[in-house]
T-cell receptor, first 117, second 115 residues
């Protein structure tokens, strides 16, 4: 069974600063994917970034980067140059990418990020 | 490109009543997912469709929840009868082929309150 742990219920960061949101995972699957989604107060889950378990390099998407440490089973999200619009809930999720067609995402409990002036 | 559409956005019912939610995925997406997100938790998969066939419904409470995806496009999730613990946001997502490496795109959700 897969498990995602996000230990930070809430985080504060000043505008223009960088912030790291923690995520650890547990799985017995040899092939898996790790995701980060942003959920603003409107409720929609917005895809931010993806990292495959066999990817050699850490994923980056604009101001988002994923610090993937496979041996530690961690997949932390780094947001550089925070903006007020980054205030939201952030969810780490994972998915088995082996055989079969079932492809559900398993989510953590989320971290609420508040960006301040 | 239009995103995943869901309706209604909000619904309030009394326990033991029935309710239905509708989802229209991104055009051309073969795979459709329904997730339940209880307050303070991450979403949990209820059911996954590949075209109009069910791939995974292992966490769907089948005694009260049902879902269908006729013609492999839009989908309806029904709860009958509703319980207090069904209060949650119901999120619909879709992906292009349903391959394990395809990104899932989510709709705005339906917030259900059961009184």
């Amino acid at each position: 069974a897969q498990k995602i742990t996000q230990t930070q219920p809430g985080m504060f960061v000043q505008e223009k600063e960088a912030v790291t949101l923690d995520c650890t995972y547990d799985t017995s699957d040899p092939s898996y994917g790790l995701f980060w989604y942003k959920q603003p107060s409107s409720g929609e889950m917005i895809f931010l970034i993806y990292q495959g378990s066999y990817d050699q390099q850490n994923a980056t998407e604009g101001r988002y980067s994923l610090n993937f440490q496979k041996a530690r089973k961690s997949a932390n999200l780094v947001i550089s140059a925070s903006q007020l619009g980054d205030s939201a809930m952030y969810f780490c999720a994972m998915r088995d990418e082996g055989t079969g067609t079932a492809s559900k995402l398993t989510f953590g409990t989320g971290t609420r990020l508040q960006v301040t002036l | 490109e239009a995103g995943v559409a869901q309706s209604p956005r909000y619904k309030i019912i009394e326990k033991r009543q029935s309710v239905a939610f509708w989802c229209n995925p991104i055009s051309g997406h073969a795979t459709l997912y329904w997730y339940q997100q209880i307050l303070g938790q991450g979403p949990k998969l209820l059911i996954q469709f590949q075209n109009n066939g069910v791939v995974d419904d292992s966490q769907l409470p089948k005694d009260r929840f049902s879902a269908e995806r006729l013609k492999g496009v839009d989908s309806t999730l029904k709860i009958q009868p509703a319980k207090l613990e069904d209060s949650a946001v119901y999120l619909c997502a879709s992906s292009l082929f349903g391959r394990r490496t395809d990104t899932q795109y989510f709709g705005p959700g339906t917030r259900l309150t059961v009184l």
